[in-house]
């Protein structure tokens, strides 16, 4: 079947053997390189045109041949029959490739010629529109060819500035969620980081009524005299977190030397080799192991001056420091610890100067330790220590016979426990809350004005709260712990009083230091504007000669008018007088009016001047 005429003339003349080449005896796959290779060497060639340019059907520019993108095939069209023995020299893989560059080149040709025909029609749509604003706004200026140029660089640019925007977008915001764009970013003002730290109402409702004294914890710590910081460490309520604070994260004159692989770190006075923390991360559990209230107010003077004698120990101030844990989440996080094999054998559990016996305090298991016991077992033992454990830990147990439980009723030993805690905790130097880790960093830096290094880290989810109870076994929970449960709900309305009072007081302050700074800088602005006054006077003296003899008189009323309006301006916040009732306020005697009113003319002018400005 004959070819037409236009296929014939791209084609070319068909392939003919070689008189030269040997005849082929073997698979034309062993030697279709060498042969490719042997026919693009010799000149005017088919496969050396193939070398030389791009594949056949590939565009060169925007107004070349037709594109094509229809893969060769020598079976099903005549032009692909035409092509067949061209490439039957190529191997296989080299035959595939050149496909895939013939549809990738095709593809790329065909993208830049949509883009620049787009960037054409966009450049002349916009180029007629500015050139007809141009010409409307700046037609009286300039001729119509200046007007061409300006506009056609001014498109140039906008069109740059375009392609660079949409450029970089890409890069710094591919997904379809941006940071960038979203306007809230711009509109709304800095989160408060203290503000709604445990994810509930922003707005919190008192109900306990406690003193400014009680809400107001203001400690003068002297770190280089004799003053010691003892913290109370309760089980499970993130006080080793609390603790490595103090020793690790705190800004000091000289910090505490922790060295690697050991708990305890050294904390000494600034000259001193002496500790001003007494913690489990400083001292060690010198008084015992999770010692309690009534340990440590016996224990801890004893062991810091145990060197010295009686008559020779400093007074000092102890200044006692806790972290406390909802009731609940406190409970399953001890269970989870107990399951795991703790046991707390070190506590001393001391009171009254010796530790109870076994039949005050009994134990819940028989064996080493109480390690894989179920949730039930454990809130069955009615001995069981993590029963109200809070409340235990910050009374005085002195006033119920300590361990003695025949000592009262049961009803009356809880509340003398209740009451013991809360007044405990309420004369504290400070105590803070797991629930709310910014708000205690920020009660203890106000309280003891010193700052940590780096912000605390609130964690929502514990060992606690992946243990899924239903409401029956929490409202038993609650109930093994109803001491607790009321102690926690007076230590967070106490806690919440004193984080509102204080931030309160900051904003009072920062109000009070403001309007003093504005205050000096009006002083600094009557003071100048009475110099130059005084000055232009001194230095005129010809322009009104009616005026010269009263000189001294007005100069003499300026003098004493500056200072008496600075000192009004610098005194009165609130009820600052005008500057009218200053200057009558001059007048000491019916004799002076005549004076007075001879300098009426520079005091006006100054009076007229600083009510404009007010």
Not at 182 to 208: G, I, K, N, T, W
Not at 329 to 341: D, I, M, N, P, T
Not at 429 to 440: D, I, S, V
């Amino acid at each position: 079947m004959a070819l037409p005429a236009c296929a014939a003339r791209a084609l070319g003349p068909p392939l003919q053997p070689e008189r030269e080449a040997p005849a082929r005896t073997t698979c034309p796959r062993r030697h279709s390189r060498v042969e490719a290779e042997l026919a693009a060497s010799r000149p005017g060639s088919v496969a050396a045109s193939v070398r030389a340019g791009p594949p056949r059907g590939v565009s060169r520019g925007f107004n070349s041949q037709p594109l094509l993108d229809e893969p060769l095939k020598a079976s099903s069209s005549l032009a692909g029959a035409a092509r067949a023995p061209l490439f039957a020299l190529l191997a296989r893989g080299r035959r595939r490739r050149m496909h895939d560059l013939r549809r990738r080149w095709d593809l790329g040709s065909l993208c830049r010629a949509l883009l620049t025909r787009g960037l054409a029609a966009l450049g002349h749509s916009l180029k007629h529109v500015l050139g007809a604003i141009f010409s409307k706004i700046f037609g009286p200026l300039a001729s119509v060819g200046n007007m061409d140029e300006k506009s056609n660089k001014l498109l140039l640019a906008l069109v740059m500035l375009f392609l660079f925007a949409v450029i970089v977008l890409q890069y710094v915001c591919p997904g379809t969620e941006c940071q960038l764009l979203r306007l809230q970013a711009f509109s709304s003002p800095m989160p408060d980081p203290y503000r709604s730290e445990d994810e509930s109402s922003a707005r919190f409702v008192p109900r306990y009524n406690f003193s400014r004294g009680d809400l107001l914890r203001k400690v003068d710590f002297d770190i280089k005299g004799d003053d010691l910081i003892v913290f109370l460490h309760i089980q499970k309520t993130g006080g080793t977190t609390f603790g490595r604070h103090l020793v690790r994260n705190i800004q000091l004159e000289q910090p505490c030397e922790c060295r690697v692989g050991q708990k305890k770190c050294t904390c000494h006075r600034p000259g001193k080799r002496e500790t001003w923390l007494f913690s489990r991360f400083s001292t060690g559990w010198s008084c015992g192991l999770h010692a309690d209230w009534t340990e440590l107010t016996s224990c801890v003077p004893a062991v810091v001056d145990s060197k010295r004698d009686s008559r020779l120990r400093p007074y000092r101030n102890f200044h006692y420091i806790t972290i406390l844990r909802d009731p609940v989440s406190r409970y399953l996080s001890e269970w989870r610890h107990v399951q795991r094999g703790a046991t707390w054998k070190a506590s001393l559990h001391v009171c009254d100067g010796r530790p109870p016996t076994s039949e005050e305090l009994p134990s819940c298991y028989t064996g080493d330790d109480w390690s894989g016991c179920p949730l039930k077992e454990f809130m069955d033992c009615p001995y069981n220590l993590a029963n109200n454990r809070q409340v235990r830990m910050l009374s005085d147990l002195t006033l119920v016979g300590c361990y003695n439980l025949s000592v009262m009723p049961e009803k009356q030993r809880n509340k003398v426990l209740l009451e013991s805690a809360k007044s405990n905790l309420k004369h504290m130097a400070f105590f803070g809350l797991t629930e709310f880790q910014r708000k205690t960093q920020y009660l203890f830096e106000k309280t003891f004005n010193m700052n940590f290094i780096s912000p605390f880290t609130q964690y929502n989810t514990t060992r606690a709260s992946s243990v899924e109870i239903n409401e029956e076994i929490q409202k038993r929970i609650e109930g093994l712990n109803f001491l607790d449960m009321e102690l926690y709900s007076y230590a967070k309305d106490l806690f919440l009083q004193r984080y509102q009072f204080m931030r309160q007081k900051e904003h009072q302050e920062a109000r009070r230091k403001r309007q003093e700074q504005r205050k000096f800088l009006k002083g600094r602005f009557l003071q100048t504007h009475f110099q130059s006054q005084s000055q232009g006077q001194s230095q005129n003296p010809s322009q009104n000669p009616s005026q010269t003899p009263n000189l001294n008189a007005s100069q003499n009323v300026t003098q004493n008018l500056i200072p008496n309006l600075i000192q009004n301006l610098t005194q009165s916040s609130g009820q600052n007088p005008s500057p009218k009732e200053n200057w009558e306020s001059q007048k000491q005697s019916p004799g002076q009016e005549q004076s007075d009113g001879n300098t009426s003319n520079g005091t006006h002018d100054y009076i007229g001047s600083v009510e404009k400005w007010r």
